[in-house]
T-cell receptor, first 112, second 116 residues
Framework: KNQVEQSPQSLIILEGKNCTLQ??????????LRWYKQDTGRGPVSLTI?????NTKSNGRYTATLDADTKQSSLHITASQLSDSASYIC???????????FGRGTSLIVHP | NAGVTQTPKFRILKIGQSMTLQCTQD?????MYWYRQDPGMGLKLIYY???????DKGEVPNGYNVSRSTTEDFPLRLELAAPSQTSVYFC???????????????FGDGTRLSIL
């Protein structure tokens, strides 16, 4: 069964600090991995999309990494801001399937 | 561009009632999707459409129906509402599918549905 596990479940950091969120998956065959940011009461917004051949992708202060061999991904947030407070969701798409596998998300709270 | 628009934003239904959740997109995307998000759980795909007139079941289709008569609109129908369908429903669209397109899905802001 395809699964996506995210850790930690929740995280509290101070404004200006860096943090790293983890995503482990057992989806096969692998097509691509996406990170989304979901603000409270809003729909998810795409941050990065990585295919099998990509191991790093950045979007401003967000940098995602992918290790396809170990089936792990991380999302690094640099110099956090209050607006980074949100849920971060890892999604893995399987080749040949329209049904992606979503993680449960990591809830990030940035305090001033 | 409004992107993906969902209506209503909130709704309370009684058990056994029916309703239609509306979704429209103005990006001319061929692919549209309906998801549900339960508290503490990952999103689950209910139905998807690869173009006008073509729909197919996702992971959790029971209790729902969809239609796609135009590129822009993809309504989700609940025929006999049950408490298990209490959830937040998200509609999304994309230019291509997940497995051969690196285009992101664009999500609406959701419909929060409670069934009592």
């Amino acid at each position: 069964k395809n699964q996506v596990e995210q850790s930690p479940q929740s995280l509290i950091i101070l404004e200006g600090k860096n943090c790293t969120l983890q995503c482990n998956y057992t989806v096969s065959p692998f097509s691509n991995l996406r990170w989304y940011k979901q603000d409270t009461g809003r729909g998810p917004v795409s941050l990065t999309i990585m295919t099998f051949s990509e191991n790093t992708k950045s979007n401003g202060r967000y940098t995602a990494t992918l290790d396809a061999d170990t089936k792990q991904s991380s999302l690094h947030i640099t110099a956090s801001q209050l607006s980074d407070s949100a849920s971060y969701i890892c999604v893995v798409a399987s080749g040949g399937s329209y049904i992606p596998t979503f993680g449960r998300g990591t809830s990030l709270i940035v305090h001033p | 561009n409004a992107g993906v628009t969902q209506t209503p934003k909130f709704r309370i239904l009684k058990i056994g009632q029916s309703m239609t959740l509306q979704c429209t997109q103005d990006m001319n995307h061929n692919y549209m999707y309906w998801y549900r998000q339960d508290p503490g759980m990952g999103l689950k795909l209910i139905y998807y459409s690869v173009g006008a007139g073509i729909t197919d079941k996702g992971e959790v289709p029971n209790g729902y129906n969809v239609s796609r008569s135009t590129t822009e609109d993809f309504p989700l129908r609940l025929e006999l509402a049950a408490p298990s369908q209490t959830s937040v429903y998200f509609c999304a669209s994309s230019p291509g599918t997940d497995f051969y397109s690196n285009q992101p899905q664009h999500f609406g802001d959701g419909t929060r549905l409670s069934i009592l």
